[in-house]
């Protein structure tokens, strides 16, 4: 049985090795158009040609490829002076997709790569791109990956399809450490410490009793194969207020700052302004080159904000830089080896739906998140984008205005069912809205300690049978040390909705254990769904018509999956609460029915009364008395 | 309690207690009485005030514009109502979805136990369409409600309109902190129940309804909004909710807040408020207001789709417009600015509400009479249950010391454990009868006589509860000897502590159905005795019955909403009442039927097995 559960483990592992193996280089497909990128390109540029069948498009493809190359020479002799010391490079760049719902997503990612070592115990004193204070504490605390984001506010996954980089509402933190680190959690503490001063975050909340240590939900991102999740520590705070004062120290990690560059834009009133805003932070090591002897290191700052057509206030459906960050572009940062914006055109090959100006000629595709993607692309390092006025304010005009639910193949709530303050239940429901294939998900819960899971009481169903969890790995909580720990490996059948339930109880805390504002309930952190969802390209059946057919016979495997990690709603659960606002009145109640009620009845109860002496008179005791003074026994 | 460990000054005031113990009781009864009626008299009473620092310093400006819009969106809705002959679903998903929000429907149907006639309902099918508009940048863990019944007819179609303008107006403005979840009910009560078992996924009632596939995390406060005319002369809030259950009073201070802030005519059970309290006539104004919400509260019944939510730890409350013949009219604009400018101040709330009072009784909407102010007038009431059951202990224990004979005594006791067990379970099997049958015997009562199912259902408890006064005879022969003196003391003994320990967890719950039976079951519980004149006593007891009680009520009620009615409609409202308080039972699980068949009817018939005691 045992060997059974541990192949089980192994495959798990296995599985998610290869995830994190597809995943960073697709990203590095939308990321960097530069080596693999150009490989692709010529062909995404043949499929643009055949279908607009228009020299315009013909002429399109030939100009990008020659920007291309001509790029990458002016990065290459960007990079000649640094070839000294180790190699630093920084990207920026810009997405815009508009959405289904009318709404528009923008994703602002700047990238540092350094080619140097932290580890070996070797000092690095000398910091160029790189922030120095988040160089320091990879080399003081032996992190190997680092990721933390900052949002406010919920990615509505059914009208905005997936995130380039998904975050839980609140902050999340999840590190994985060396190995050589003797003792984790001191490190751990220390370190979301160290963290919560340099990003203006209440991230010191954490402690052991919101500290996971997922087994197979969370595996490291970039290169090494360590996989013992004792060195993984992952932390939610559902309910951190993200604002301006963590944008600010965010902003400063840039190695143009706000001063230049697409970072010009991340003005905060304008930011959280917004239906949803996310800032993250991911540092990882990754391969120099294509042989990969030594590492280098990545730190990725992403931003992603979503605005509301409708809370604009404006009549027409329009969009435009100025609009959405109330400045325009005038150059990119001198910093930066690329500096780009890219427009998510693909739902508008005819410019049906909505009008970009100005109009650009170069165009890219890549494959993201499964989909095969069109985007404008804007090169801020050429000065031809500015045009003659010397600044570029891109706009989008929109033509029909139709918002409709998208039925994204993975997407998962969770809710609280039950009334009253004694029990309850968790439900979490997930959707495989993929017509025909099945897929698998790993659901990671954690439950704080306060809720008492009934772990008998959990059962997945789908399609109104039970469901099996091939693996399940719990933890159960301690009170006031550390949390409920569920993960659960679960096939979703097609076309269905699974469902996971379990019933816990309230507890009740001690009185100080209630937080300021108790009636407003506690916070639950979201689950998290991470999966290798079949892609939209592979399931497109109809593609031999514009491939050629000896191309198209076995799906692709590449592009048959691709990775989604889907986080759910937090839940504001309310505990049984005391009346703080009297505790005079109750402690004196208290007092009262003790003394007075209990302590009378009980003696009332317990005691056997006699009749005692009549009085004796007033004469007789004056006597008494003076007899008593006097030394003689008294009448 | 230094009194009570001395033997002789104990002595003393057990005699005095019981020397003077119908006297006692008698003043206790008027002390009872009068103490409530003083509770709607204006200086007997505390001003309300908003005790909820969110609501309270904040100020919000109300800009709600679009009232007139507001009102053609109710014509369309109720051109495409008349067209569908129901719900119009997808013109209210289409309308909603133009308006920018999250539209979800679901759908139930309910067999009702037996039919209803008062809406001739019997298999309810029906749809719900609710839409959620996100707030910004807010988790989905907290939300708000708005919503307006559907209701057949021309009723209630500029509530609908209300709601979407607001829905529309809501969408765009930013500073939402909470979702707003605009939800349009078919059916009212029965497809709010349906709404919020699905949202909670519970399944108190069997009912059948599909999932909600769409929530906004833990509901913090609902408004349920009925209008049914374009201009309105006043808004009445009501309260009640199931089993007398009332919205935190800062709900109620909001709503009295705001209309004084607007200039909106406001009432509460239909009644404005005077100023004139030092006169007859205002005080008499205040009784009825304050009676009607006794009434009310008693009754167990939900008084608008907010009484459901109640059960969910929902603070919510229904909004109803009112046009009479006066002058001063209120466009649909003002109402709007209203509702806008109190789910502002809701959507400033940082924790539930929770700083005012749960228990509560309204004499106007400025003034109010908390749990410590109305609770001495049922414990006066209850001491008498009290004091009579001490008078009757004293004369137990004092009686065996009188004979002198301990071999008689013991023997006296073993026979007063078996006649005081007989006619309890009895009764109780009679109550349990009269909660069973009615449902149960319907179909067999249609074969054999001419009579609906509701009539069948409501003579078959009528049928029930008078068989259960035939009992006492068949009691007594069980009995393994002839009932004696002790017997019946023992009975009247465990029937008063038990009457007081019934009323006094009623009252706990719902105060207004606890006094209310008290008012009739202490003077029947106090003064009955087999020596009385059996037939006086008989028609007394009978008049104090739960039944007779529910009688008075009805009448009573109807004086007190002015609209006095005949003995012939009155006894047909009775009928009606007793179906619809077992309708509320099955449909939402209202405790009042279970309560008085079950414990009450029972405890009332131990009185009336005294009575008849040989």
Redesign the interface.
């Known amino acids: 049985m045992a060997a059974h559960r541990c192949s089980h483990l192994g495959c798990v592992l296995l599985l998610f090795l290869s995830i994190i193996l597809v995943t960073p280089s697709q990203e590095t497909n939308v990321g960097n158009e530069q080596h693999p990128g150009v490989a692709d390109d010529p062909r995404a540029g043949a499929e643009t040609k055949q279908t607009a069948e228009e020299p315009a498009a013909d002429e399109r493809r030939w100009e990008e490829t020659e920007v291309k190359e001509s790029q990458q020479q002016v990065s290459d002799t960007a990079e000649l002076p640094p070839k000294l010391q180790a190699k630093e490079d920084f990207q920026e760049e810009l997405v815009i997709r508009p959405l289904h719902s009318g709404d528009i997503y923008a994703s602002f990612q700047f990238r540092t790569v350094w080619e140097t070592d932290f580890m070996k115990g070797n000092k690095v004193s000398h910091y160029r791109l790189f922030p120095k204070s988040l160089g320091q504490v990879i080399s003081k605390f032996s992190v190997r990956e680092l990721h933390i984001s900052f949002t ?3 990615w ?1 996954t ?2 905005w399809g997936q995130p380039f980089i998904p975050s839980p ?2 902050a999340e933190l999840w590190v994985w450490f060396q190995d050589s680190v003797t003792d984790v959690d001191a490190t751990w503490k220390e370190l979301t410490n160290v963290l919560s001063g340099i990003f203006c975050a209440s991230l010191n909340f954490i402690d052991s009793t919101n500290t996971l240590q997922p087994s197979a939900s969370f595996k490291p991102l970039g290169i090494g194969n360590v996989t013992d999740h004792r060195f993984l520590r992952y932390a939610t705070l ?1 309910r951190e207020i993200v604002c301006t004062e963590n944008l600010t120290p965010w902003k400063k990690l840039l190695p143009c700052g706000s001063k230049a560059g697409l970072a010009v834009m991340l003005k905060s009133e304008k930011l ?6 996310s800032q993250s932070v991911h540092i990882r090591p990754v391969c120099q080159d294509w042989q990969c002897k030594s590492p280098s290191w990545e730190l990725r700052q992403a931003l992603n904000v979503v605005f ?4 604009s ?1 404006q009549s027409k459906r329009e969009w435009s830089l100025f609009k959405m960050f109330s400045r325009t572009l005038t150059e990119a940062c001198p910093l930066a080896s690329s500096s780009k914006i890219y427009i998510d055109i693909t739902d508008n090959p005819q410019e049906e739906q909505f009008e970009l100006s100005p109009a650009t000629p170069l165009l890219s595709q890549a494959v993201v998140l499964g989909d095969r993607r069109t985007y404008s692309v804007y090169d801020l390092t050429q000065q031809v984008t500015f045009g003659t006025v010397r600044s570029l304010n891109l706009m989008i005009r929109w033509k029909s205005s139709e ?1 409709d ?1 998208l039925r994204p193949l993975l997407h998962a ?1 969770r ?7 004694q029990t309850g ?1 968790i ?1 979490t429901l997930m959707y495989n809205n993929h017509p025909f294939r099945s897929f698998p998900v790993l659901l990671l819960e954690s439950v704080p300690w306060y809720l008492r899971l009934y772990i008998h009481t959990l059962k997945v169903t789908s399609k109104g049978k039970d469901n099996n969890p091939s693996y399940i790995h719990y933890q159960p909580s301690k009170d006031r040390e550390r949390p409920h720990l569920l993960e659960m490996l679960l096939q979703l059948p097609p076309h269905s909705v699974t469902e996971v339930t379990v019933q816990f109880e309230r507890a009740l805390l001690k009185w100080t254990e209630y937080t300021p ?5 506690f ?1 639950v952190g979201s689950s998290v769904i991470s999966s290798l969802v079949p892609s939209t390209v592979a399931m497109d059946t109809n593609i031999t018509m514009e491939q050629p057919l000896f191309s198209s016979f076995f799906p692709c495997k590449e592009e048959s999956s691709y990775f989604v990690r889907v986080y759910t ?6 505990l049984p ?1 005391p009346d703080f ?1 009297m505790p005079y009145n109750v402690i004196c109640l208290t007092c009262t029915v003790v003394a ?1 009620g209990y ?3 009980y ?2 109860l317990t ?1 056997s ?1 006699q ?1 005692e002496e009549p009085n004796p008179g007033l004469a007789k005791r004056l006597a008494n008395i003076i007899r008593r003074m006097r030394g003689v026994p008294p009448l | 309690m230094g009194l009570l460990s001395d033997p002789n000054r104990r002595q003393a005031l057990i005699n005095l207690l019981t020397r003077l113990n119908a006297p006692i009781c008698f003043v206790c009864y008027f002390a009872g009485v009068a103490w409530f009626m003083g509770l709607a008299f204006e200086p007997f009473t505390l001003r309300t005030y908003m005790s909820e620092n969110a609501m309270g310093s904040t100020m919000v400006e109300e800009r709600f514009p679009a009232g007139e819009r507001a009102l053609a969106t109710g014509r369309e809705f109720a051109a495409h109502k008349k067209k569908v002959g129901g719900m119009p679903v997808d013109w209210l998903v289409k309308t909603m979805q133009a308006r920018g929000l999250e539209v979800f429907t679901q759908s139930f149907s309910r067999t009702l136990p037996f039919p209803d006639e008062n809406t001739e309902r019997y298999v309810v099918k029906g749809t719900n369409v609710y839409g959620i508009l996100r707030a910004p940048r807010a988790p989905r863990t907290e939300a708000l409600v708005l919503s307006a019944p559907c209701t057949p007819g021309d009723n209630n179609n500029q509530a609908v309109g209300l709601l979407l303008g607001l829905a529309h107006y809501f969408r765009n403005q930013v500073y939402w902190a909470k979702d707003i979840i605009f939800l349009v009910n078919e059916h009212d009560l029965i497809g709010m129940q349906a709404w919020l078992e699905g949202y909670h996924h519970t399944n108190v009632t069997g009912m059948d309804w599909s999932p909600l596939q769409g929530r906004g995390g833990s509901i913090q406060a609902a408004l349920s909004l009925e209008l049914s005319s374009d201009v309105i002369t006043s808004l009445d809030i009501v309260l009640e909710g199931l089993n007398g259950q009332l919205p935190n009073l800062d709900l109620a201070n909001l709503f009295y807040a705001f209309c004084q802030k607007i200039g909106v005519l406001c009432t509460i059970q239909g009644k404005l408020q005077r100023n004139d309290w030092d006169s007859v006539s205002g005080y008499n104004h205040a009784v009825q207001t304050m009676m009607l919400m006794v009434m009310k509260q008693a009754s167990g019944r939900p008084w608008g789709d907010h009484g459901l939510f109640l059960r969910y730890h929902i603070e919510a409350a229904t909004i109803k417009g009112v046009n009479s013949f006066r002058h001063y009219k209120t466009d649909a604009t003002t109402i709007g600015r209203l509702l806008e400018g109190m789910y502002r101040k809701l959507n400033n709330l940082l924790e539930r509400l929770h700083q005012s009072y749960f228990f509560y009784l309204l004499p106007s909407l400025s003034h109010f009479v908390s749990i410590g102010y109305y609770m001495p007038a049922f414990g006066l009431l209850v001491v008498i249950l009290l004091l009579r059951a001490l008078d009757l202990w004293v004369q137990l224990t004092a009686q065996p010391s009188r004979t002198e004979d301990g071999t008689s005594a013991a023997e006296q006791s073993s026979p007063g454990v078996l006649s005081v067990l007989t006619p309890l379970v009895i009764s109780h099997l009679t109550g349990a009868a009269l909660y069973m049958l009615p449902v149960r015997f319907q179909e067999v009562a249609v074969e054999h006589f001419p009579v609906s199912e509701t009539e069948a259902v409501v003579l078959t408890a009528i049928a029930v509860y008078t068989a259960g006064l035939a009992l006492p005879h068949n009691t007594h022969r069980l009995l393994s000897g002839e009932g004696t003196e002790t017997g019946w003391r023992v009975l009247k003994l465990v029937a008063l502590l038990y009457l007081a320990v019934l009323l006094g967890c009623t009252a706990l719950i719902n105060f207004s159905l606890g006094f209310i039976l008290a008012l009739s079951l202490v003077p029947a519980a106090a003064f009955v005795t087999p020596h009385l004149p059996k037939a006086l006593s008989a028609f007394f007891l009978v008049a104090l019955s739960p039944a007779c009680t529910l009688l008075f009520s009805v009448f009573f009620f109807q004086e007190l909403q002015e609209m006095p009615v005949s003995f012939q409609d009155g006894w047909l409202l009775y009928l009606s009442v007793i179906a619809q308080g077992m309708l509320d039972h099955y449909l939402y699980g209202s405790l009042v039927f279970p309560l008085v068949a079950l414990l009450v009817y029972p405890c009332w018939l131990l009185f009336w097995n005294i009575l008849f005691w040989k």
């Open positions: 406010q506010g919920y509505r059914m009208q509402p609140g559902p959280f302004h917004s239906s949803f805003h509301d057509l409708h809370t206030g918002g639910m709530e809710y609280v069912a039950g009334y009253g303050l239940e439900h504002d108790p009636n407003h309930g916070y709603e937090p839940l504001l659960v309310n609460t606002s007075v302590g009378s009845l003696n009332l005691r009364f009749i």
